[in-house]
């Protein structure tokens, strides 16, 4: 795997949705993270539901946290509600810490 990738994603461990104390990816938001030939970042993302109030937020920072990474050109965030999120995408850590278990 591409090294980008991984440092993208311990970049997306530090974003937090503000509404809940788990960052997007352990919270399952992030359904694929991909860099290409022309060094840009391509994230497809979800959303715990489709009228979330801080969208913009969420993929500010999430662009944000891909575009630090030394050699990221540019960062499409392509946000898709297909398959809608649930509770069985977070990680073990943050249903723990959640009290989904």
Same mark, same amino acid.
């Given at each position: 795997?591409? +090294?980008? &990738?991984?440092l $993208? $994603?311990?970049? %997306?461990k530090?974003?937090?949705d503000?509404e $809940? /104390?788990?960052?997007v990816?352990? %919270?399952?938001l &992030?359904?694929?993270v991909?860099?290409?030939?022309? @060094?840009?970042?391509? $994230?497809?993302m979800?959303?715990?539901a489709?009228g979330? /109030? =801080?969208?913009? =937020? %969420? &993929?500010?920072d999430? #662009?944000?946290?891909?575009?630090?990474?030394?050699g &990221?050109?540019?960062? @499409? =965030?392509?946000? #898709? !509600?297909?398959?809608?999120?649930d +509770?069985?995408m977070?990680?073990e850590?943050?249903r723990?810490e %959640?009290g !989904? !278990?």
């Open positions: 795997m591409d +090294k980008r &990738i991984d $993208i $994603i311990n970049n %997306l530090e974003v937090y503000p $809940i /104390p788990v960052n990816y352990d %919270l399952g &992030i359904y694929n991909d860099v290409d030939e022309n @060094n840009n970042a391509n $994230i497809v979800t959303l715990t489709p979330c /109030p =801080v969208v913009d =937020v %969420l &993929i500010d999430v #662009t944000q946290a891909a575009q630090s990474v030394e &990221i050109e540019t960062v @499409n =965030v392509d946000l #898709t !509600f297909e398959p809608p999120w +509770k069985s977070m990680s850590e943050a723990l %959640l !989904f !278990f």
